[in-house]
């Protein structure tokens, strides 16, 4: 899946914009900041395909690439913004919760956290909101180079303790460093089955 092309499609601003729900799609959702771009970037081998979601302008874009003609990939950018206007927020969260709540061809939301900081109550919204839709989320631990192994199983547990409250979360993280590459090869295989058939 990810030798094939990987094309930017375009940043939707509305729910109009969505292209049409005809084949599988898998969503990046996550803090700005969380490593979503690198991630993005080491997933499908091309640097630079990913902005950085802080870039100005792409922050309220819902933005989707597609794997060949197989599936579509949306990277939702950076939740916790604290410097936009507040109408600006209000309607980026209104498009985000009509996109996560409505989306018939969402297979799963990969729900990035920071190795170093775990579950922030941020995130335990985003995640509260894909269990109420019913849209399965599994969490994908970035950096983890960042950080040593004793801190990292910390964050796991605490991560996994967490993921307990939630019903629409799957209960097994994958863990990343786009830095060193570690998990981003196991992160595709999921994505690969999950945009079969
Ligand atoms: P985004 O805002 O979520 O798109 O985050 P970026 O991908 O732009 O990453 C934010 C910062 O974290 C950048 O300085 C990256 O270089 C750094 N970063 C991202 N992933 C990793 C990683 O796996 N390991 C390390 N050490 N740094 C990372």
Redesign the pocket.
């Given at each position: 899946l990810f030798a094939g092309p990987v094309d930017f499609i375009k940043g939707v601003v509305a729910m109009e914009g969505l292209p049409d729900p005809d084949r599988p799609e898998i969503c990046f959702a996550?803090r700005?900041?969380?490593?979503?771009?690198?991630?993005i970037n080491a997933l499908t081998g091309r640097k630079g395909i990913?902005r950085?979601?802080?870039t100005p302008g792409r922050t309220q874009e819902l933005n989707f690439f597609a794997l060949g003609d197989r599936a579509y990939l949306v990277d939702l950018p950076?939740y916790g913004f604290a410097k936009a206007p507040v109408a600006v927020v209000a309607k980026w969260q209104a498009l985000q919760k009509r996109y996560l709540a409505g989306r018939p061809n969402l297979r799963r939301v990969f729900a990035?956290i920071d190795a170093r900081h775990g579950i922030k109550p941020v995130d335990h919204e985003t995640m509260t909101l894909l269990d109420r839709s019913a849209v399965p989320f599994q969490v994908v631990v970035?950096?983890?180079?960042?950080i040593g192994a004793g801190a990292l199983a910390q964050t796991l547990a605490q991560i996994e303790a967490e993921l307990q409250k939630h019903p629409a979360a799957f209960p097994e993280l994958i863990v990343?460093?786009?830095?060193?590459g570690h998990g981003i090869e196991a992160l595709r295989a999921v994505i690969d089955a999950l945009t079969r058939g």
């Open positions: 996550g700005s900041n969380v490593g979503k771009s690198s991630l990913a950085a979601s802080n950076g990035l970035t950096k983890a180079d960042k990343t460093s786009s830095e060193k």
